[in-house]
């Protein structure tokens, strides 16, 4: 499973679950970018210096490069948070045959009223050319997922069950 979305659509939240409750391996591009950030002596709580570094890690890898960084070694069924880039997608898609890419969609107001109780900041961060990019990938995803009224467990557990499909053709949007 391939988990994208805008800042506050539940990403890493359903993820975490996908882990606990439904014994999915995970990993994520946050936690990749924040360890070498942490190695760079960077600010690693900040999110426009991760997205930065995230930016430019992926132009000194490659997509290919970058994915290979983060899988390698990871048990399966996998839950990959965060994809940020259509190009990675696509790689993750060979790396890994039959995995389902997840758009987790959630209207701004509520991402923002989420980003307020989390840290507080919200118009930067948004603003960053990453967050722009991300629609992109709900316009490929295999699943998108409206998640503004759905509980973060209701949607792990509409992703466990698309995992369980072969899912092929046409988007298919839940709810």
């Not at 959630?106 to 967050?131: D, Y």
């Amino acid at each position: 499973m391939l988990l994208s979305g805008t800042m506050g659509s539940g990403k890493s939240s359903v993820a975490h679950v996908l882990q606990d409750d439904y014994l999915f391996s995970t990993c994520s591009f946050g936690d990749l970018v924040r360890a070498e950030a942490t190695a760079r002596q960077l600010d690693s709580a900040s999110r426009t210096v991760l997205q930065d570094l995230g930016q430019e890690l992926l132009a000194v890898h490659g997509p290919a490069g970058w994915v290979a960084r983060l899988v390698t070694g990871r048990a399966e069924p996998l839950v990959v948070d965060g994809v940020r880039h259509v190009s990675v997608q696509e790689a993750l898609k060979q790396r890994l045959p039959g995995a389902v890419s997840v758009f987790l969609r959630v209207s701004p107001a509520v991402a923002a009223q989420r980003l307020r109780l989390r840290s507080g900041e919200v118009t930067q961060q948004r603003a960053h050319e990453v967050e722009r990019g991300l629609y992109a990938l709900e316009r490929t995803a295999d699943v998108v997922i409206n998640t503004d009224h759905s509980s973060v467990s209701l949607v792990a557990a509409r992703i466990a069950n698309a995992a369980k499909r072969d899912i092929t053709g046409p988007v298919t949007t839940l709810g």
